[in-house]
């Protein structure tokens, strides 16, 4: 997503998700008309365009009044008036035609229905373990790798979304990364309790966050057959130095499943990560 559109429908996303959610193919310009504002030397008047599919730019062109002027109070908190700058003296919203096709075969990933789909397959693995799972009970074979956990969630995932493993970013591989488009995607972190790395997880999912992802999952799978991994045990994974204070939720699905979400400060923007743990029998 256009960075600038991005803080905007980031603004927005609280009390007004649905207008946040017309701007998710959107991008911005800002067409200077060269004339001198009178609110200081050198400040040139300008329109601020949202540039949106067809569909979408009906639809920011018939919001009402008051949402419109809501629109505009934001866009001036990103370009306040300075003096050698820009005056942003209008929002103008216009249709791209050449985004109609990407609009028609979107399909924007909401977090709630991620997390529903997530608890399904948890569900599903508890009530009917996999193979490499009971191998490792009846000890035929050695303790369950991520790639196991991984795989797992790749086939089950893979039958509604676009999934890819392991995708590359700069700092390393993500695990798993959902894909609807290049400006919405969900990534995800598979881990073993108690294997190298484990207690950096947070850490290690937001290095590989960009300024368009606003959510990540991880997944943490416990190898021990006879103890769960408790919320207490898990908590310090979850506070971690990024950790913004007081922002753990406990949360159950619609199928019972426990889950947590917890807020990081990534680069000055707030990030939601959702942990999911995974105690097979």
Same mark, same amino acid.
């Given at each position: 997503?256009?960075?600038?559109?991005?803080?905007?429908?980031?603004? %927005?996303?609280? !009390?007004? &998700?649905? +207008?946040?959610?017309? #701007? $998710? @193919?959107?991008?911005?310009?800002?067409?200077?008309? =060269?004339?001198?504002?009178?609110?200081?030397?050198?400040?040139?008047?300008?329109?601020?365009?949202?540039?949106?599919?067809?569909?979408?730019?009906?639809?920011?062109?018939? %919001?009402?009044? !008051?949402? &419109?002027? +809501?629109?505009?109070? #934001? $866009? @001036?908190?990103?370009?306040?008036?300075?003096?050698? =700058?820009?005056?942003?003296?209008?929002?103008?919203?216009?249709?791209?035609?050449?985004?109609?096709?990407?609009?028609?075969?979107?399909?924007?990933?909401?977090?709630?229905? %991620?997390?529903? !789909?997530?608890?399904?397959?948890?569900?599903? #693995?508890?009530?009917?373990?996999?193979?490499?799972?009971?191998?490792?009970?009846?000890?035929?074979?050695?303790?369950?790798?991520?790639?196991?956990?991984?795989?797992?969630?790749?086939?089950?995932?893979?039958?509604?979304?676009?999934?890819?493993?392991?995708?590359?970013?700069?700092?390393?591989?993500?695990? #798993?990364?959902?894909?609807?488009?290049?400006?919405?995607?969900?990534?995800?972190?598979?881990?073993?309790?108690?294997?190298?790395?484990?207690?950096?997880?947070?850490?290690?999912?937001?290095?590989?966050?960009?300024?368009?992802?606003?959510?990540?999952?991880?997944?943490?799978?416990?190898?021990?057959?006879?103890?769960?991994?408790?919320?207490?045990?898990?908590?310090?994974?979850?506070?971690?130095?990024?950790?913004?204070?007081?922002?753990?939720?406990?949360?159950?699905?619609?199928?019972?499943?426990?889950?947590?979400?917890?807020?990081?400060?990534?680069?000055?923007?707030?990030?939601?990560?959702?942990?999911?743990?995974?105690?097979?029998?």
């Amino acid at each position: 997503m256009d960075k600038v559109i991005n803080s905007l429908a980031e603004m %927005l996303k609280k !009390d007004y &998700k649905e +207008i946040a959610d017309k #701007l $998710v @193919l959107s991008k911005h310009n800002i067409d200077d008309s =060269g004339q001198f504002s009178p609110k200081g030397a050198h400040t040139t008047l300008a329109k601020f365009e949202i540039i949106s599919p067809p569909k979408f730019s009906v639809e920011l062109n018939n %919001l009402d009044s !008051d949402k &419109k002027r +809501i629109i505009k109070d #934001l $866009v @001036l908190v990103l370009f306040p008036v300075k003096n050698g =700058g820009i005056d942003i003296t209008d929002i103008v919203y216009l249709a791209d035609p050449d985004l109609s096709s990407d609009t028609e075969f979107i399909q924007y990933i909401e977090d709630e229905q %991620l997390i529903s !789909d997530i608890s399904l397959a948890m569900n599903l #693995l508890e009530r009917k373990t996999p193979k490499f799972w009971n191998d490792y009970k009846s000890n035929t074979s050695n303790k369950p790798l991520e790639d196991d956990i991984r795989s797992e969630f790749f086939r089950m995932l893979g039958m509604k979304y676009i999934v890819g493993s392991e995708e590359e970013s700069k700092v390393g591989r993500t695990d #798993l990364t959902l894909k609807s488009s290049s400006i919405n995607r969900k990534i995800f972190e598979f881990k073993v309790w108690g294997r190298t790395g484990y207690k950096a997880t947070s850490q290690q999912i937001m290095k590989y966050m960009t300024e368009v992802d606003d959510s990540g999952f991880i997944i943490m799978a416990n190898d021990r057959l006879t103890k769960n991994i408790i919320f207490s045990e898990y908590r310090p994974i979850i506070e971690c130095e990024e950790y913004i204070c007081k922002s753990l939720v406990t949360n159950k699905t619609n199928h019972g499943l426990e889950y947590f979400t917890a807020e990081y400060d990534f680069k000055g923007n707030r990030k939601r990560i959702h942990h999911f743990i995974l105690n097979l029998k």
